[in-house]
């Protein structure tokens, strides 16, 4: 198993930016995993923003492509999120992810709050 810590949440006026960070505390599992943010917001069921195989592979919702940038530093046992051209709708809860084989780890999410 693997232990995940999102960070970088907050509140930003719409068209500004933030950066999300997901800490994985085992080096091998964060490398072989396919990592992704989701996001959940009040009333709504947990979606998948975007996601990073191991291979360097990324997938994106239609609805944050061309905005938002996911990537790895294998280094650093780090996923991140660039967030940019941000929108109300964007406000939500957002967790990171790690699938191993069909075996997922989430974080405990950190809140991402834009205003209109």
């Known amino acids: 198993q693997v232990q995940l810590v999102e960070s970088g949440g907050g509140l930003v006026q719409a068209g500004g930016s933030l950066r999300l960070s997901c800490a994985a505390s085992r080096s091998i599992i964060f490398s072989l995993s396919t990592m992704g943010w989701y996001r959940q917001a009040a009333g709504k069921q947990r979606e998948l923003v975007a996601a990073?195989?191991?291979?360097?592979?990324?997938t994106y919702a239609d609805s944050v492509k061309g905005r938002f940038t996911i990537s790895r530093d294998i280094a650093k046992n780090t996923l991140s999120l660039q967030m940019n051209s941000l929108n109300p709708e964007d406000t939500a809860v957002y967790y990171c992810?790690?699938?191993?084989?069909?075996?997922?780890?989430w974080g405990q999410g950190t809140q991402v709050t834009v205003s209109s």
């Open positions: 990073i195989t191991s291979g360097g592979t990324t």
């Open positions: 992810n790690a699938n191993l084989r069909g075996v997922n780890a």
